[in-house]
């Protein structure tokens, strides 16, 4: 049973720091691509940063040189790190697989309950 659980979202002011983390099981962890993704209220979700299995990452534009992906396989843990917070982060953010979510294939998405981001300016 793939369980992703996402932890450490809050409340800051514009320009404070936090670090979301995401902890998963049922899944061959140190194989998968991880992502992160957010939905800003009343929008649509989004994609916003990636790390490969060997550790490889990618970011969205908007949050380059602030966000910082990364990963430990012996806790089949993935972080985001994100720095220099703005008030148009505010979103519930989510991890999964990547390029597509766990069951995609199957027309049955998994999601876990997502950590909201708050930051104030």
């Known amino acids: 049973q793939v369980q992703l659980v996402e932890s450490g979202g809050g409340w800051v002011q514009a320009g404070g720091s936090l670090r979301l983390s995401c902890a998963a099981s049922g899944i061959i962890f140190r194989t998968e691509d991880m992502a992160w993704r957010r939905q800003p209220p009343g929008k649509q979700r989004e994609w916003v940063a990636a790390i490969t299995a060997d550790g490889k990452d990618t970011y969205a534009d908007s949050v380059k040189g602030r966000f910082f992906i990364s990963r430990d396989n012996a806790k089949n843990t993935v972080y985001l790190q994100m720095d220099n917070l703005r008030p148009e982060d505010t979103a519930v953010y989510y991890c999964?697989?990547?390029?597509?979510?766990?069951?995609?294939?199957?027309?049955?998405?998994?999601w876990g309950q997502g950590t909201q981001v708050t930051v104030s300016s």
């Open positions: 999964n697989t990547d390029p597509f979510p766990v069951g995609w294939v199957d027309g049955r998405e998994y």
